[in-house]
């Protein structure tokens, strides 16, 4: 920079301009000049480069650089333009002013500064851009990290811009601040501890944008709008949003209903509560119905022991499932028998839709177990049910009478 001053000064001696009895009109011109040149320099790159910058990024294949070099970087790029010629150009009208060419310095330095981390946080936004627009990072949580990064380098600036309020080394200030680190522990806890749980779900996989997750503690029941440095945005099914610190998704317990989506099947897991009064072993009629419906072989019947309803009304479900259009196939079909209870015997129907729609899951389930219920009578069985005041209204009418 001096040898850039003594240059100019030399050019203004040759004018006639000596810089150690600079008057203020000439003060005045210089620094009209100086302005001048910063205005003209901006307006250069502005309407000069940043065109041929656009037009260079339009031609290549890659979308990186759309977004790296998009109108906001550039912009932010430009407002670093007046304060760094400024800067420069400042010694020579102030040389002799020595208190007021520090304090516009220091002015210009600060300028740079927060022009720099404009800078830097557009940066860190096109990455972000960049990020979503690749396949493997696009449900990645890296809003957080991001936001941590742009926090660091915020508290650098604001460092920086102190050590040069106060003339004192930056290092010095670091030292100064590490007697207070619980303190600023304290007051950034929630950046801490979102940083480090953001990482962990990243690295872990265990999070992304559009999964559907469900955390009762919090209320959470819907689909994972933003992952940010302090908060989990949680859309609900009833369209409410709610909002979960992400260090609570790596202490708490939640579960993550991704793993659905992606096997394409979501699970059918119901059961049918059977009055135990109602199973029997088959007889003759039903034994000879059965086998015309051809939910029984010639084989079994002709069995010494005959078979029992329940046995065969569970191989009708199970092979009704088999054959079902809309039952995933590639995964487990099963109905089993379940512990007997005092509400009935439940024989549990497991399988998976071949789809994870909610509507068209629900409808499913509603068409398989409307069908079972209607084929019972079939078999000579009952579903229980607590009795109601109906139930007994017949006895009721007959002891009156």
Request: contains cysteine; proline residues 5%.
């Amino acid at each position: 920079m001096n040898e850039v001053n003594e240059e100019i000064a030399q050019i203004l001696t040759l004018l006639g301009i000596q810089k150690e009895n600079l008057s203020w009109s000439t003060r005045i011109t210089i620094i009209i000049g100086i302005l001048l040149i910063a205005y003209l320099a901006t307006k250069l790159f502005r309407h000069l480069i940043m065109p041929v910058i656009r037009k260079i990024t339009e031609q290549t294949k890659a979308t990186w650089d759309d977004y790296l070099f998009n109108d906001r970087m550039l912009k932010a790029f430009c407002r670093l333009i007046p304060p760094i010629v400024l800067h420069i150009l400042m010694p020579f009208a102030f040389r002799d002013m020595e208190y007021l060419l520090n304090v516009l310095q220091k002015g210009c330095v600060i300028y740079i500064i927060v022009a720099g981390l404009m800078l830097i946080n557009q940066f860190l936004n096109s990455l972000y851009e960049i990020s979503n627009e690749h396949e493997r990072l696009r449900n990645r949580p890296l809003k957080g990290i991001y936001q941590m990064i742009n926090l660091i380098a915020i508290g650098v600036g604001i460092i920086i811009i102190i050590s040069v309020l106060i003339n004192q080394d930056a290092t010095t200030i670091l030292a100064g601040l590490g007697a207070s680190a619980a303190v600023l522990m304290l007051i950034f806890k929630d950046s801490i501890l979102g940083l480090v749980a953001g990482v962990q779900l990243s690295a872990n996989d265990m999070l992304r944008p559009g999964d559907w997750i469900t955390m009762p503690k919090y209320g959470a029941d819907g689909d994972v709008l933003e992952v940010s440095l302090t908060t989990v945005k949680v859309r609900n099914f009833d369209k409410t949003i709610t909002t979960i610190p992400p260090y609570a998704l790596v202490s708490d317990s939640f579960q993550n209903w991704r793993g659905m989506r992606e096997t394409g099947g979501r699970r059918i897991k119901r059961s049918l509560y059977i009055d135990m009064t109602s199973v029997h072993f088959c007889t003759e009629e039903e034994k000879k119905h059965f086998v015309e419906k051809g939910w029984l072989t010639p084989e079994e019947a002709a069995q010494a022991q005959p078979p029992v309803n329940l046995r065969v009304f569970r191989d009708y479900l199970q092979n009704y499932l088999k054959q079902h259009p809309k039952v995933h196939k590639e995964l487990m079909i099963m109905v089993r028998q379940m512990q007997p209870t005092p509400e009935g015997l439940p024989l549990e129907v497991y399988c998976f839709s071949d789809t994870t729609e909610w509507i068209k899951y629900e409808s499913l389930q509603g068409e398989i177990f409307d069908h079972f219920i209607a084929m019972l009578p079939e078999f000579g069985l009952r579903v229980f049910q607590r009795p109601s005041g109906k139930d007994f209204q017949p006895a009721n009418e007959t002891s009156n009478a």
